[in-house]
Structures are given as structure tokens and as C-alpha cells.
């Protein structure tokens, strides 16, 4: 279907027309895509799913909520190829406006353990900082944020600069370069979780900084920021329960999908799906578990190439 401003009702009712005498001319005008399809009606909302490219190597897509108060009516005719969905202006401006991210949690592996050994974390810390620093220096489009026994990243990306700016494989790849770190440097294992999605911020920035340097602002909001923690504690619970075993990473099933992998080792990932609740969409959504074999070898020389544009 396609998504388009209220403003262009009338116009498209008079390009209708024209069609209708010439059917060498284009009726739509002013859409987002072609690609959104209407996946839950509820009583306050559509949560509906754009497709931003589903090409052999990605599958891309991406989950947002039309309110219903935004929405004006939906207009179809026998010869249209697709639905036209009119929502306000103001609501259709801000969907452009939308800004997207992808998230990765980053946590060491049985962090107690470490501090029994060393109750003198003092050390250890520089460590890390100095280690996680030296890796941020390389990717200065993404923001490293460390604490506690974790480390947060943030790559934002947009729809108008989507090919240049939605690379997720980097995301992978400097997992497996701060896992080497912890191996190397720290003596412990970590694991990382990832998923992509809306950022409802009104910034583009990485974080923000108070003027007193005494707030921090990471900028970032939404149900996949949100999502993040909820995997985190299903996959911490699931593992207690025997549900499945530690892994080095997981990945919400969106995020997986859309990495340029090979489409054959995307088809067995039902095997490795397990799901969780995102409370803001108050659905059942799908992390990936068990899946080092099926990525982190595959996506080695996208990560390479990618790395030689920063």
C-alpha cells in the first residue's frame, strides 16, 4: 500500500481522472513506498511494516504505529495496484523526519566471578576504558557508552541516506573486535545483543552533554532501545531455565534478517528463535540464539569493506 499526506487527496482524485482518459499517466502521487503493509489493527493504533529493501542478500524490515487519530481514510480502486492510506500532513512530516538506530549491549560473562578474584576493580576498569576507547577512535560515526559491566552502541541511520548509513555488519564487527579485547586483555568472555530500529529523538547527535558536563543525554528512545533490555532478560531467564544455552551473541530477528548473509543459512533460522515481549507494542517479538555459525564468519569481508569508507 502506499502511505501519502491528506494534502494530496486532491490531487489524486484529479490524477485519477486523468488515468482514466489516459492510462499512460501516473495516479500516484506524493507516497512514501510501495512496500507497507498493515500487520495489527488496534484499538488505538496500526502498527504497520515498510519494506526498505528485500534484495537477496538483505531483507529489510521495519516496524512503526500509525495512530489511528493521524489517519483519514484509505482510498482503492479496481484498477489501482495499491492501496492509497491518507494520514495527516503534520503526522506524515514527522514519519519523514524519523530517525533510526541501531542498538548493540555488549555485557562480560559472569561479571561476579570477576570481581571475586579482583574485589579491586580499579585497574581492571582502566583497562577496559583504555581498550573500548582505542576501538571507538576507529568508528566515529557510532557512540560507545561504558557502565557497569557493559557497554552500550549506538549507529544511527536514515531513510533518505539509507545505503550509505544502514550498516549493521559493522555492528557485528566490532563485537567480535571487543571480544577479542576481553579475551586478550581482560581474561573473561562477554556477549552481545543487537537489534535496529525507530529513535524517537528531535537530534541527530550522538549523545549530549550538559554545559556542566553533569548530564548525559544518550539520545535515544523508542521501542527498540527499550527492546533491547527486554531481550537481555528473557535471554538471562531462558538460560536458567534450560530453554537454550549461553551464546556469544543474539540478535532480535528483524536486525538478523536484515544482514547481508546468505539467504540459505537465513533459512534455518527458526530453528534459533525464541520470543519476548516488547512492552511498547505490547507483542510478542523473536530474538535469534545460537547463531556465531551462521554470522560471524559471513559477514568478515562486508566488515572489511566497510571499514575502508570510514
Not at 127 to 140: D, L, T, W
Not at 235 to 246: A, S
Not at 287 to 297: H, M, N
Request: with cysteine; glycine share 2%; hydrophobic share 35%.
Amino acid at each position: 500500500m502506499l502511505l501519502v499526506s491528506d494534502i494530496n487527496i486532491l490531487e489524486y482524485k484529479q490524477r485519477w481522472i486523468a488515468f482514466f482518459k489516459d492510462q499512460n499517466k501516473n495516479p500516484y502521487t506524493g507516497y512514501v513506498s510501495k512496500s507497507i503493509i498493515v500487520n495489527k489493527i488496534r484499538s488505538s493504533n496500526l502498527q504497520l511494516s515498510i519494506f526498505l529493501t528485500y534484495s537477496n542478500d538483505r531483507f529489510h524490515e521495519m516496524s512503526f504505529e500509525l495512530p489511528k487519530s493521524e489517519y483519514i481514510q484509505c482510498l482503492e480502486h479496481q484498477d489501482s495496484k495499491y492501496p492509497c492510506v491518507f494520514v495527516k500532513d503534520t503526522w506524515f512530516k514527522k514519519f519523514l523526519e524519523t530517525k533510526y538506530c541501531c542498538y548493540g549491549l555488549i555485557d562480560e560473562v559472569d561479571f561476579k566471578e570477576t570481581y571475586l578474584i579482583n574485589p579491586d576493580l580499579n585497574d581492571y576498569s582502566l583497562k577496559r576504558k583504555s581498550g573500548i576507547e582505542k576501538i571507538a577512535n576507529e568508528y566515529p560515526q557510532i557512540s560507545f557508552v561504558i557502565f557497569s559491566d557493559s557497554v552500550l552502541l549506538k549507529l544511527p541511520w536514515s531513510l533518505d541516506q539509507y545505503e550509505a548509513t544502514y550498516t549493521p555488519e559493522l555492528m557485528v564487527g566490532i563485537f567480535k573486535e571487543i571480544k577479542d579485547f576481553y579475551k586478550r586483555k581482560l581474561h573473561c568472555e562477554c556477549y552481545g545483543i543487537f537489534i535496529q530500529g525507530v529513535n524517537y529523538t528531535s537530534t541527530n547527535d550522538l549523545i549530549s552533554v550538559g554545559k556542566n558536563n553533569n548530564c548525559i543525554d544518550l539520545n535515544c528512545s523508542g521501542s527498540a532501545f527499550a527492546n533491547l533490555f527486554s531481550i537481555d532478560a528473557t535471554i538471562k531467564l531462558n538460560i536458567k531455565n534450560k530453554q537454550h544455552k549461553k551464546s556469544q551473541i543474539y540478535f532480535d530477528e528483524k536486525f538478523l534478517i536484515s544482514l547481508k548473509i546468505n539467504p540459505e543459512k537465513k533459512e534455518k533460522l527458526h530453528k534459533y528463535l525464541f520470543p519476548y515481549y516488547s512492552s511498547l507494542y505490547r507483542s510478542y517479538e523473536n530474538y535469534v540464539s545460537d547463531a556465531e555459525s551462521l554470522v560471524l564468519g559471513e559477514t568478515d569481508k562486508k566488515i572489511k569493506r566497510l571499514k575502508k569508507h570510514l
